[in-house]
C-alpha cells in the first residue's frame, strides 16, 4: 500500500528517465535526501512541469509512497519564486556548482531540518542579491562542513598560523605539512568559519581557497569525487 505525503524539498539533480519522466534526487525537509520519479514530465498537459526541477529550486511536493518501489511525485508547486538566479548566468552557475556539491557530498539519510534550512536560506540569499556574491561558493562550500560533520577545528587560531587541510586545523608554519592554505587564506577560511561572507579577496587567493576546500573535502568526506562545475565557476565568474 502506497502512502501519500507532503513536504518541502530543493532539488539537487535530475536525469531523464525513459522518454516522459524524471529521475530526481530531492533533500527533502521532512525525509531527508530522497530519490522520485516524476511521470510525463515532457508532456504539455501534465500537471508537474519539467521547470519546478531546475538545481536548487525550492519546491512543495505531494509524493506516493511505498516501501519497496521508487516513490513517485503526485504534485508539485512552487515554495519561492526565483527573481533572479535563472536570468544570471553568474548566479546560475553558482547554484549549479552548489548542487553537485551537495550530491557528491551528502547520502541519502534521516531527516536534518538544520541543513535543510543552511541550504534553502542560501539559495534565496543569493535570488535576493544585487551583487556581491563572488565569494558565495567559496562560503557555501565551507559552511557546508558544518552538516556533514567535518567542521574545520578553529581552537587556538591566531593570525599568521597556516590551515593543515588534511588536519582540519590550524597550525604553527614551521609544523610540517602537505596541504595547506597560506597565512592570508587561512584567515579567509577562519573568517567564513565565523560567518562573514562579504569580504574583498583577490582572484588569486579565491581560486587557491577553492581548490585547497575541494583538497579538504576529498580528505575528509567519505566517497567525495571530483567536482566537474569548479572549473565552470572560474570561466564564468573569473575567480
Known amino acids: ?83 533572479s538566479i535563472p536570468f544570471h548566468i553568474n548566479k546560475n552557475t553558482i547554484v549549479l556548482f552548489m548542487s553537485e556539491l551537495l550530491y557528491k557530498s551528502i547520502i541519502e539519510s534521516e531527516t536534518d531540518h538544520d541543513l535543510f534550512d543552511f541550504v534553502t536560506s542560501f539559495v534565496i540569499s543569493l535570488d535576493e542579491m544585487e551583487e556581491g556574491y563572488n565569494n558565495y561558493p567559496l562560503c557555501f562550500s565551507v559552511l557546508l562542513t558544518r552538516y556533514l560533520g567535518c567542521f574545520p577545528n578553529m581552537q587556538h587560531y591566531s593570525k599568521g598560523l597556516l590551515f593543515d587541510i588534511d588536519e582540519g586545523c590550524f597550525r604553527n608554519e614551521n609544523t610540517r605539512m602537505i596541504n ?27 581560486r587557491e581557497l577553492m ?21 565552470i565557476l572560474r570561466t564564468v565568474l573569473d575567480t
Open 180 to 206: 595547506f592554505l597560506n597565512a592570508e587564506q587561512s584567515m579567509i577560511l577562519y573568517d567564513i568559519c565565523c560567518g562573514t561572507i562579504q569580504f574583498p579577496v583577490n582572484k588569486k587567493d579565491r
Open 211 to 231: 581548490d585547497g576546500i575541494m583538497k579538504y573535502y576529498k580528505a575528509h568526506v567519505a566517497g567525495f569525487k571530483d567536482i566537474n562545475s569548479h572549473n
Open 1 to 83: 500500500m502506497r502512502n501519500i505525503v507532503k513536504t518541502q524539498a530543493v532539488v539537487i539533480k535530475s536525469i531523464k528517465y525513459g522518454d516522459n519522466s524524471l529521475i530526481i534526487k530531492l533533500l527533502t525537509k521532512n525525509y531527508g535526501l530522497k530519490s522520485y520519479i516524476a511521470k510525463n514530465v515532457f508532456n504539455k498537459k501534465s500537471k508537474v512541469k519539467i521547470a519546478y526541477f531546475q538545481p536548487m529550486t525550492i519546491i512543495d511536493i505531494i509524493a506516493s509512497q511505498s516501501g519497496g518501489e521508487l516513490d513517485f511525485i503526485k504534485e508539485v508547486s512552487l515554495t519561492y519564486q526565483f527573481k
